[in-house]
């Protein structure tokens, strides 16, 4: 069993954690910080909470080569939804392919980065930032564990359950692919029903296939999306 948090590195502030995380990193370190000066999203974009309000988790996984890294997004994605859920005690859901959704709002975000033979899965959570607190101008609505719950919580006790769930899912993964959470990515599934739009291409979501695909419907004919952009209406 892959044990995640061995070592733990935490520092008050950093530009970003994924930076913390050195190239010889062994499985299973993980580096958090109270705050992120230049935090980062995929694509280029940022990631950004005020100091001490939000959970910045780097975690260094090295998988086996048969298993396609890009996986542990939606792996991590799981692990956070997990957390986020018994925190808030309220269902979560999972947006294709790294956005993990409460309300319908956008509480936590995944980023993989891979580097050689290791992936760094970077986790954010917003767990006490109040609205003023949130970016305005998300391309997903913000919204925080504090917003959605009326309540404050501990930081600490998330991080760990994010652990735990991360260590449950990614030996899961490890053993039998994405295939062992397609029914919780199923049950997750934010998109599917929805009319969305991918890079351009307009359609339904069917769902996410067990290879982690977004399965889009467009006039009758199925398309497997690797990648991309979904928005929604
Ligand atoms: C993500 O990117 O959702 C991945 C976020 C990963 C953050 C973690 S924190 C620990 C580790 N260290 C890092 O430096 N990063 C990782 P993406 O889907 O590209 O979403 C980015 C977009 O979300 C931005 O362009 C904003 O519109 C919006 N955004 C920024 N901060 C946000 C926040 N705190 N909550 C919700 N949305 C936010």
Redesign the pocket.
Known sequence: MTSLGQPLIHVEECE???LLIEPDATEGTVAVADY?SA?????G?????PPRT?I???IALRPPPTHPPQELTLVGAAAAADAVEVAADLFVQIKWP??VMLNRR?VA???GELRDAMVVL???I?VNQTREE??P????P?GSLRTITGREHDREAILATLLARLEHHYDAWRGGGLAALYQDLGARDFLRGRRVTVDGLAGTAVGIDRAGRLVLDVEGEQRLIESGEVSYS
């Not at 101008?137 to 997903?140: E, M, S």
């Open positions: 970003s954690t994924q992120q935090g980062r999203g995929r694509l974009r940022t990631w950004e909470a939000a910045h988790a780097s790294n956005d956008k975000g995944v980023l970077g986790i954010g917003n949130l970016p101008d998300a391309r997903q913000a």
